[in-house]
């Protein structure tokens, strides 16, 4: 098992266009959570994946943002018509059911900066 | 008011000394805390959680929890420089997500 994996690591796109990260989970984690961080602040949840249930969504996650788990297993998040305002750390993590022992096993994160 | 949150730091400490790091939660419901640990640049990782009121320890590290108070706290034991780090204070909300605190930095000087 090599943990969560994100790709690509680093992403620099220009005003407007759209771009899409993909997250491959620990295998047997049933749960699928996306993040944003931006410097000095914590995590932000934007949404998350039960199974390949999308069963919630953060307020934060405008229309040009959305995300899929098409067969339970990895995830792609999009983002269209990007503005400098997305720039950020986007961290998926993987968990089975939050079990009480576990909270999350995050990936490395994509860097998304929009310039 | 945030539903997590953590004086930002830096929080600077000698080699050796004990460093503690506090966290207070809006959400009396809460029942499960987690304290990560985070190098810039790198993402988080887990390094503690708590859901019961007292002390749990887990090395040099130990995490206190008080329900009563709505505060939960870390505390690392002979600090040492490679544990300079941010440390994200996280509560499980809703009971499917994590909400975090924007973190404390943690400076450890040799």
């Known amino acids: 098992d090599t943990g969560v994996s994100q790709n690509p690591r680093h992403k620099i796109t220009k005003r407007g266009q759209n771009v899409t990260f993909r997250c491959d989970p620990i295998s047997e984690h049933n749960r699928l959570y996306w993040y944003r961080q931006t410097l000095g602040q914590g995590p932000e949840f934007l949404t998350y994946?039960?199974?390949?249930?999308?069963?919630?969504k953060s307020r934060l996650l405008s229309d040009r943002f959305s995300a899929e788990r098409p067969k339970g297993s990895f995830s792609t998040l999009e983002i269209q018509r990007t503005e400098q305002g997305d720039s950020a750390m986007y961290l998926c993590?993987?968990?089975?059911?939050?079990?009480?022992?576990?909270?999350?096993?995050f990936g490395s994160g994509t860097r998304l900066t929009v310039v | 008011q945030k539903e997590v949150e953590q004086n930002s730091g830096p929080l600077s400490v000698p080699e050796g000394a004990i460093a503690s790091l506090n966290c207070t939660y809006s959400?009396?419901?809460?029942?499960?805390f987690f304290w990560y640990r985070q190098y810039s640049g790198k993402s988080p990782e887990l390094i503690m959680f708590?859901?019961?009121?007292g002390d749990k320890e887990d090395g040099r590290f130990t995490a206190q929890l008080n329900k009563a108070s709505q505060y939960v706290s870390l505390l690392i034991r002979d600090s040492q420089p490679s544990d300079s780090a941010t440390y994200l204070c996280a509560v499980k909300v809703g009971g499917n997500k994590l909400v975090f605190g924007a973190g404390t930095i943690l400076r450890v000087k040799s």
């Open positions: 708590i859901y019961s009121n």
């Open positions: 994946f039960q199974n390949e249930a999308q069963l919630e």
């Open positions: 959400d009396r419901g809460s029942q499960s």
């Open positions: 993590a993987s968990s089975l059911n939050l079990q009480v022992e576990g909270g999350y096993t």
